[in-house]
């Protein structure tokens, strides 16, 4: 079984798992992406991991606040990850206008 059908595999049942949260899938898929610009051998990699560990702290942190709080810290997470892949895919293709 491919990679990718094995982390969608996971992935399913972690949603089908009752009490799994929006705020769960994202964190699944945006570390999921992180895990995998940490390992490529650009200088993404290092931003990647440092996302990476930011993220789970993050995660941890967001678990605490109350709904209001939580969902504005969803939201901002969500924003910055759109950021931070438009610019390692900017920075891929040479476009620096991004």
Same mark, same amino acid.
């Given at each position: 079984?491919?990679?990718? +059908?094995?982390?969608?595999?996971?992935?399913?049942?972690?949603?089908?798992?009752?009490?799994?949260?929006?705020?769960?899938?994202?964190?699944?898929?945006?570390?999921?992406?992180?895990?995998?610009?940490?390992?490529? $051998?650009? $200088?993404?990699?290092?931003?990647?991991?440092?996302?990476?560990?930011?993220?789970?702290?993050?995660?941890?942190?967001? +678990?605490?606040?109350?709904?209001?709080? +939580?969902?504005?810290?969803?939201?901002?997470?969500?924003?910055?990850?759109?950021?931070?892949?438009?610019?390692? $895919?900017? %920075? $891929? %293709?040479?476009? +620096? %206008? %991004?």
């Amino acid at each position: 079984m491919t990679i990718f +059908k094995t982390l969608t595999v996971v992935l399913w049942l972690f949603i089908a798992m009752p009490g799994f949260s929006q705020q769960q899938v994202l964190s699944v898929a945006l570390t999921t992406r992180l895990d995998s610009v940490r390992m490529v $051998n650009g $200088n993404e990699r290092h931003f990647g991991e440092l996302y990476l560990r930011t993220t789970i702290l993050a995660e941890e942190y967001i +678990k605490l606040l109350p709904d209001q709080g +939580k969902q504005l810290m969803i939201k901002l997470e969500e924003e910055f990850a759109c950021y931070f892949f438009n610019a390692i $895919n900017a %920075s $891929n %293709s040479g476009d +620096k %206008s %991004s």
